[in-house]
């Protein structure tokens, strides 16, 4: 965050994130900006159902979460398995069906703050298939903060779709942050999936040349990718598809790994089109 801040203008009075994800800049910047307009998107129909419901019906959501971490507490670790598949696979039959509801914004939040490591990967029919955590006392309800939340989010547009949607909203007051699905570093890196649609080096080539355009209308601009150099260091294809752009290596945690020797600090690219870092 701290490099990310630096990319920031002075003022920030439109504000546009196409892959919001977990919403780390975005909460950054309402915090500390209150912009006028702001659109989010992000492809992850659960997520974005997720963030719209936090926006109109927080209290609903609170009221079930509440429920479920007191029962969920009272259990034994064989029961909070057998709790939580279940969940899950009423998770997974919310997804299918393609229902927007309550229910599958508060199963969202329930399945993230229980499962391994907080993670969210789907198989290829799009069901999400992460495993049960094991914590002793998962905060599934924190009231505050989703209250919190619920605040910064009234005047956002939220949107779910492929991030050329935002096209449209993006002019020369805009600060665009853009964090799309990393290009994996090794082939066992790229074991999960976000989504079930892919995003490889055709999808990072195309997103190169939307941005590309949306710093011709004017845009300020901050990207994150992974940087192909930790392993091959001749390996420019981040450095060739964004050639007009400033690239900055910065040092990065990485938390999610099934072996603890390869977690700990990388380099991941920072892209950005002003200033200077």
């Known amino acids: 965050m701290d490099e990310i801040r630096k990319c920031y203008p002075s003022e920030i009075t439109s504000y546009c994130e196409p892959f919001v994800g977990g919403g780390a800049v975005l909460f950054d910047i309402l915090t500390n900006f209150n912009p006028k307009e702001v659109l989010i998107n992000d492809i992850n129909a659960e997520l974005i159902n997720t963030y719209t419901w936090i926006r109109d019906d927080v209290e609903t959501l609170i009221s079930y979460l509440s429920a479920m971490q007191s029962e969920f ?3 034994e670790q064989e029961q909070r398995k057998s709790y939580f598949y279940k ?7 919310l997804i299918l069906s393609h229902d927007q509801t309550a229910e599958k914004a508060i199963l ?13 990967r789907v198989n290829k029919k799009g069901e999400y298939n992460v495993p049960c955590g094991n914590y002793k006392k998962p905060v599934i ?3 505050d903060n989703l209250r919190t939340i619920s605040k910064l989010l009234q005047n956002v547009e939220i949107k779910c779709g492929d991030y050329k949607q935002c096209l449209d909203f993006i002019c020369e ?6 964090d799309p699905p990393y290009r994996p570093l090794t082939m066992t890196s790229s074991f999960t999936s976000y989504s079930e649609n892919e995003f490889g080096d055709t999808q990072q080539i195309e997103l190169a040349k939307f941005t590309e355009q949306i710093a011709q209308k004017g845009a300020i601009i901050a990207a994150s990718n992974s940087d192909p150099k930790n392993i091959d ?3 420019n ?10 690239i900055k290596r910065v040092k990065a ?7 603890g020797s390869g977690r700990g600090a990388i380099n991941e690219l920072l892209i950005y089109n002003r200033g200077q870092l």
């Open 87 to 93: 969940k899950r696979e009423r998770f997974n039959e």
């Open 173 to 178: 007051n805009t600060f665009v942050y853009i």
């Open 233 to 235: 260091e001749n390996d």
């Open 108 to 120: 969202f939040i329930f399945l993230n703050k229980t499962c391994f490591n907080g993670l969210y």
């Open 73 to 75: 507490w009272e259990l």
């Open 237 to 246: 294809f981040f450095d060739e598809i964004y050639g007009s752009f400033n």
């Open 141 to 143: 309800c924190n009231a």
């Open 253 to 259: 945690m990485r938390k999610i790994n099934s072996e």
